[in-house]
């Protein structure tokens, strides 16, 4: 059975870094991409990226672009989000998730669908 | 990027309704397109991907349809867990966006 275990709450003041974590297990780390998602309070969903569990590739939202880091260690099956100089606005919960298809067997419309989640992590950033 | 609309933003049913909600991509999507459901407090969780296809344990009275840029989520017999907000999402071009959604409450 997919597990995805998420990393506990946190709380940071503007500035500061955030690195939540993101321990898989039930099935091959290496042969699913996994995404991360956020949801500010009250709000929708967002995208974040992705990244390739199997050779590290990431895709990342433009509107992050240049703080917003994803990593991988295939020997703890554990993904990693790490999101710098943090502003109020980035207060949300943050969702990791593995996509629903095999990386090598998806079609166009099939990579990328988020199917199982992890628990979330809430992320405070307040002065 | 590709913008996602949802209409309409709330809807007001009871149980035993049948209930549909729409989805607009901003360019051609082909069937590159998932339904997600929140309920209150809770994480999302993956109804149909790929347009139509129902995932693993979800129950046969959600269906989708549609392709290219309009696509529809219809809910038939209406149950009590159904109540929740419910998310379209593009998945075919980076940044993969969510609709802002359609919440479905109690008449």
């Known amino acids: 059975q997919v597990h995805m275990v998420q990393s506990g709450p946190e709380v940071k003041k503007p500035g500061a870094s955030v690195k939540v974590s993101c321990k898989a297990s039930g099935y091959s780390f290496s042969y699913y991409d996994l995404t991360w998602v956020r949801q500010a309070p009250g709000q929708g969903l967002e995208w974040l990226g992705w990244?390739?569990?199997?050779?590290?590739?990431?895709s990342y939202s433009q509107k992050l672009q240049g703080r917003i880091t994803m990593t991988k260690d295939i020997s703890t099956t554990t993904a990693y989000m790490e999101l710098r100089n943090l502003r109020s606005d980035d207060t949300a919960i943050y969702y990791c998730a593995r996509d629903l298809a095999h990386q090598e067997y998806c079609d166009n419309s099939t990579c990328h669908v988020i199917a199982y989640w992890g628990q979330g992590t809430l992320v405070t950033v307040s002065s | 990027d590709i913008q996602m609309t949802q209409s309409p933003s709330f809807l007001s049913a009871s149980v035993g309704d049948r209930v549909t909600t729409t989805c607009r991509a901003s360019?051609?999507?082909?069937?590159?397109l998932n339904w997600y459901q929140q309920r209150p407090g809770k994480v999302p969780n993956l109804l149909i991907f790929?347009?139509?296809k129902l995932q693993i344990g979800v129950p046969s009275r959600f269906s989708g349809s549609g392709s290219g840029t309009d696509f529809t989520l219809t809910i038939s017999n209406l149950q009590p867990e159904d109540f929740a907000i419910y998310y379209c999402?593009?998945?075919?071009?980076?940044?993969?966006?969510f609709g802002p959604g359609t919440k479905v409450d109690i008449k």
């Open positions: 360019q051609n999507i082909s069937t590159s």
């Open positions: 999402q593009q998945s075919y071009r980076p940044p993969l966006t």
């Open positions: 790929a347009t139509s």
């Open positions: 990244i390739s569990a199997h050779n590290g590739d990431t």
